[in-house]
């Protein structure tokens, strides 16, 4: 999906930059890497595509996106939106700063539509969100994508290994912001 990210783009959660292995260059005009953990940054900064982009890092979090309104072509964000805090500012921001034909392109861990998976993801949350900076596996990011005023344009969703379930449901998808 990352090789579709083209013009300016804004990577939320841009962690050791594992996305630039995916990322064209030369669809990649300039690459803002938003990250709160300067521990990340150190390591994306000597990341081997490293200089292939323009990269401006960002370290703040993801639900304060300091880029001006209507400034970016298309917003990427794998693992992050199911990790933050704050999702519904962040969906905000990401539609703030989404040029009127931008896209957001996203893969993310969401609630399982399984009730027996979700009772197990619902148990496993707990510790999972101290292990992982935020992680809510019972949180429903595409519902709360379309409730951030985006319309879904492509989505799929499923297990991304078979077992165990409740950590490896996710969706993946297109989203584009509904006229303003």
Known sequence: MLTQAQGTVLELGFGSGVNLDY?????????YALEPNKGMIRIAERHPRRASF????????????????NSVD????????????????????IA?????????????NTQSPDESIRRWQRIWSPALN???AGL???RDVCSAIQAG??????LEAG???????CLTYCSWGIATPKSR
């Not at 693992?79 to 805090?85: A, D, E, V």
């Not at 297990?159 to 379930?165: E, H, Q, R």
């Open 23 to 31: 990322y064209c260059p030369e669809k990649v005009a300039r690459l």
């Open 54 to 69: 323009d990269i401006k890092f960002l370290d703040l979090p993801g639900e304060r996106i300091p880029l001006e309104d």
């Open 74 to 93: 298309m917003v990427v964000s794998t693992f992050t939106l199911c990790t933050l805090t704050g999702i519904d500012e962040a969906i905000s921001g």
């Open 96 to 108: 703030r700063v989404l040029r009127r034909d931008g896209c957001l392109i996203f893969i993310e």
């Open 130 to 132: 101290r292990a992982f």
């Open 136 to 138: 809510d596996l019972t």
């Open 149 to 154: 005023n985006f319309t879904l344009n492509q």
């Open 159 to 165: 297990f991304l290994a078979a077992f165990p379930k």
